[in-house]
């Protein structure tokens, strides 16, 4: 019998990795095995759960009977993959061994956490998959007071959403704006002042130190003193892609898998995409380049080698209270940054010397401007 191409994850990579395959080849074995629950969701829609009243459920797509049947494939769910062994092109789940033809991870990435110290740990909540947001869900019901941690793209899109749920919201991140690794001052001053409007406090510089149960509720101590009674607390400080297994078999990996335009890995049969994989150096936590990639290794699977290229990837931030569009400059090309606009409505622009547009972030009315501006993008991945 012939082995399985098996597809590590079912998240937007491996669903979607799947479903190009699927187009391409219809007969050959396919198996795709995850730890969670394997229902079909689209993540970005966490960050926007509460302001269209959708709970776990409600934002399910499918369960994983119905994506095997529609797939062709099976679905193994609440299985975790804990070995490689690319010698013999077996993986391992406990003492099980799985043979593949060709083996894909896409296994995402982690929430990064930190030891929180007080009685008031398991309060703390990281989401980052339909499954935490479920347990978030619950613990929220009847609560007003949240507190998040992180001042990135995910924390910012939760501040807002949660503020449009109808929860008072706090946000503590020790840095000195809102989205630091991504956004021009300018622009994420309009950000935060968008969320300032809706009512969210934000606390940058200092970081949580101690979490402890109250008589009501929690109390939160932050570095610089500042005491912040609360009911819940969401972690949102960073994602690490998952590196582990592949480099306890030899894969070479760097801050992902480290994969080539084809999606290769150091050893031939093995292929990464998704949040876990740096493809030809990049790294980039995010839904179009993983829709890239799955296209293009699709094409690998099925017999025609196919390297991916990347064009502009703009990212659209769910922060309705100050919509924000931004496209930061590819990795080492400098340029010089230009601000227009005022308020809320900004339009900060950076070219190169010979006044190239590198990159932009848009926000408010300017948004409006982002198709136009990504004509004159350079590609990311030519
Ligand atoms: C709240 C939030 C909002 C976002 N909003 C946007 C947005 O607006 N736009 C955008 O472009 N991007 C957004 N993103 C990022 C985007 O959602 C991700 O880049 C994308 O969903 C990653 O998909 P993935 O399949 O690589 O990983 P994941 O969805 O994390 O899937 C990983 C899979 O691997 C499985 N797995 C892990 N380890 C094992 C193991 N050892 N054995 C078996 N299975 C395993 C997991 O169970 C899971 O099925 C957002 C992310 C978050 C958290």
Not at 141 to 146: F, L
Not at 234 to 248: K, Q
Request: contains cysteine; aromatic residues 4%.
């Amino acid at each position: 019998m012939t082995a399985p191409v098996v597809i590590v994850g079912t998240g937007l990579a491996g669903y979607n990795l799947a479903r190009e395959f699927r187009k391409l080849d219809g007969e050959t074995p396919l198996l795709l095995i995850t730890a969670d629950d394997g229902r079909s969701y689209s993540k970005p829609m966490l960050s926007t759960g509460f302001a269209k009243n959708k709970d776990a459920d409600g934002l399910g797509m499918a369960e994983p009977g119905a994506m095997a049947e529609q797939l062709k494939a099976e679905v193994r769910t609440h299985t975790r993959i804990s070995g490689i062994d690319p010698g013999h092109k077996r993986l391992w789940i406990g003492e099980e061994q799985v043979p593949y033809r060709d083996l894909i991870l896409a296994w995402g990435a982690q929430t990064v956490q930190v030891p929180i110290e007080g009685d008031a740990g398991e309060a703390v909540f990281p989401i980052n998959d339909l499954e935490d947001y479920a347990r978030f869900r619950a613990a929220a019901a009847g609560k007003q007071r949240v507190l998040i941690l992180g001042a990135g793209l995910i924390g910012c899109e939760f501040a807002n959403d949660m503020s449009l749920g109808g929860f008072e919201v706090e946000l503590v991140a020790p840095c000195e704006q809102v989205m630091p690794t991504l956004l021009h001052p300018a622009a994420a001053a309009a950000v935060q002042a968008g969320l300032e409007g809706l009512g969210v406090r934000f606390h940058l510089g200092p970081v949580l130190t101690r979490l402890q149960r109250a008589a009501k509720g929690l109390e939160a101590h932050l570095s610089d003193g500042t005491l912040i009674p609360c009911d819940l607390v969401v972690s949102a400080i960073g994602l690490r892609p998952r590196i582990d297994l592949a480099a306890a078999a030899g894969l070479q990996v760097n801050r992902g898998v480290v994969v080539d335009r084809h999606l290769r890995t150091s050893h031939g049969n093995i292929y990464a995409l998704g949040d876990c994989a740096e493809v030809d150096g990049l790294n980039l936590l995010y839904v179009m380049p993983l829709m890239s990639c799955a296209r293009a290794l699709a094409q690998t699977l099925a017999g025609n080698p196919t390297a991916v290229a990347y064009g502009p990837m703009p990212v659209t931030v769910k922060t309705p209270a100050c919509p924000l569009v931004v496209s930061p400059p590819p990795p080492g090309r400098e340029g010089e940054w230009q601000v227009e606009g005022q308020g809320l409505d900004l339009k900060v622009l950076c070219r190169d010397a010979d006044g190239n547009l590198l990159g932009y972030a848009l926000t408010g009315a300017a948004v409006m401007e982002k198709l136009a501006l990504n004509r004159q993008l350079p590609a990311l991945m030519a």
